[in-house]
């Protein structure tokens, strides 16, 4: 019996023990780390990651976020709602706001951001920068007064590449020390529309700009518009960007209204639109892309036997029937075996496929194509402006045509007199013969609208926007 009553003490746990044990294994476990700003995984809802973001890097009262619905700018007045009034009382007292714009009305289909009137820090724009990598949906943003520092702009430039759906940019009103601004255009960029107005850009930057647009190496393929006005742009800086224009053949509409851009920078930019002697570093570059043409067609491997190795093999059969008959027997044999595993291999493939190759959009089965083209060929299709067989030699020089994509230029409020314009009447007069130019700004300069060329200008101009199905597409030019 008392062995019994032993066990049984054994088998019974005290309360307090238990207690006791268990305090001590929930001591032992490590407490969960706090969350930080670089372990955050943003969702895309920019209502629910940016306040989270703010308050990871400790950011009081940070700005509201603003909703901007597509539909609202077309409801009927009748049908304003108190929100809508609320908005417009408080215009008056200004509050810093993110205004966003959605896509079908789904929270994570963010297309357009808006920062404007506010100072953005560095914490602030650290927060931005990782909300926009979320943002996959993201098309445009927009920054206005919001005193981004050249290190800022830096960092833009190298998060916008990463951004696989962003096509626009605008960056105003903001003065830069060292003016990086302009750094957002390359010619590896990949932004359709921007805008740098109000930016204090000066002669030197628009020679950055001008190279970015086009070199005789290099040239952007992909920017549409470009918005310089209202910065401090004169002659010298007209004169960079008419040489960006010379090879580019992308960019359709340009600003460069209200600077200070004189008659001089004014004939350097209508000189582009008609024919154009080829520089020195143009006629060496068009040398250098020839001669690796030449180079290509000289090393491309052709799969026909040339005639040299076709008597190099009737020398190999010859020589080869004066062997032995034991040779004879072991190349037969290696010929033998070599066909069997051409028919295996055959067989092989018909059983794997077991139909026929599909035809191609053309009506020629896949097998039957053509093959990828040579490095010639490619260089050949897309045809590079200096190799365009429009350029011609006359007289010791090359000759080729001026620029034919640029649509819409606007030179308002500069200080262009009436000695410029007979060749801007020119290009626009020239438009049959592959001048694109429809549409040219010239309000408000320093000649009398009653000027003869100027007369002409806007009676060319009203008839070919008139004549012209793109409007539309031209007012989208404007406004960007």
């Not at 400790?58 to 901007?68: C, G, L, V, W």
């Not at 597509?70 to 993110?98: G, H, I, M, Q, W």
């Not at 401090?232 to 960019?251: E, K, V, Y």
Request: a neutral charge.
């Amino acid at each position: 019996m008392s062995r019994r009553k032993q066990n049984k003490d054994r088998g019974k746990i005290d309360p307090e023990m238990s207690k006791e044990t268990d305090s001590t294994v929930d001591e032992t476990l490590p407490p969960l780390p706090p969350l930080t700003f670089d372990d955050y995984q943003c969702t895309g809802n920019v209502e629910v990651d940016f306040p989270a973001l703010c308050d990871l890097l400790n950011i009081r009262d940070p700005p509201s976020i603003r909703i901007r619905s597509p539909a609202s700018s077309t409801l009927p007045e009748e049908e304003t709602t108190e929100e809508n009034t609320v908005r417009e009382n408080d215009s008056y007292s200004f509050k810093p706001c993110v205004e966003v714009e959605l896509e079908q009305e789904n929270s994570l289909n963010v297309k357009f951001l808006k920062i404007f009137g506010w100072r953005v820090n560095k914490r602030m724009f650290r927060v931005l920068q990782k909300m926009f990598l979320s943002m996959k949906h993201l098309r445009c943003i927009q920054f206005w007064q919001t005193g981004l520092t050249d290190e800022m702009i830096i960092t833009l430039k190298d998060t916008l590449p990463l951004c696989t759906s962003l096509r626009a940019v605008t960056l105003e009103g903001d003065i830069f020390p060292e003016q990086k601004n302009y750094g957002l255009l390359s010619d590896i960029s990949v932004l359709t529309h921007l805008s740098l107005r109000n930016n204090r850009i000066g002669d030197e930057d628009c020679r950055v700009i001008g190279s970015a647009l086009s070199t005789p190496r290099s040239a952007n393929k992909n920017l549409l518009s470009l918005n310089l006005a209202f910065n401090s742009i004169g002659d010298a800086g007209a004169a960079h960007i008419a040489q960006g224009l010379r090879l580019n053949r992308t960019l359709k509409f340009l600003s460069l209204s209200y600077n200070g851009i004189g008659d001089t920078g004014a004939a350097q930019l209508a000189a582009i639109f008609s024919e154009l002697t080829l520089t020195h570093k143009e006629a060496v570059e068009r040398r250098r892309l020839l001669f690796e043409i030449a180079l290509s067609s000289m090393h491309k491997v052709d799969p026909e036997p040339s005639p040299v190795d076709q008597l190099a093999s009737m020398t190999s059969s010859t020589s080869s029937v004066s062997k032995s008959t034991s040779n004879k027997k072991k190349t037969s044999q290696k010929d033998e075996k070599r066909a069997a595993k051409k028919e295996k291999q055959k067989s092989r493939m018909k059983a794997s496929t077991g139909k026929k190759t599909p035809p191609s959009k053309g009506g020629v089965p896949q097998s039957e194509e053509k093959q990828p083209s040579t490095p010639e060929m490619e260089a050949l299709e897309i045809v590079h402006p200096l190799l365009e067989p429009s350029v011609y030699p006359m007289q010791g020089k090359l000759l080729m045509p001026g620029n034919t994509t640029l649509t819409y230029l606007n030179l308002s409020g500069n200080k262009i007199t009436e000695k410029p314009l007979p060749l801007f009447l020119e290009s626009l007069e020239k438009k049959s013969e592959g001048s694109s130019l429809t549409c040219l700004g010239l309000e408000r300069n320093l000649f009398p609208e009653q000027c003869e060329s100027y007369e002409k200008i806007v009676q060319l101009m009203a008839k070919s926007t008139s004549d012209s199905p793109n409007e539309q597409t031209a007012d989208e030019g404007k406004e960007a």
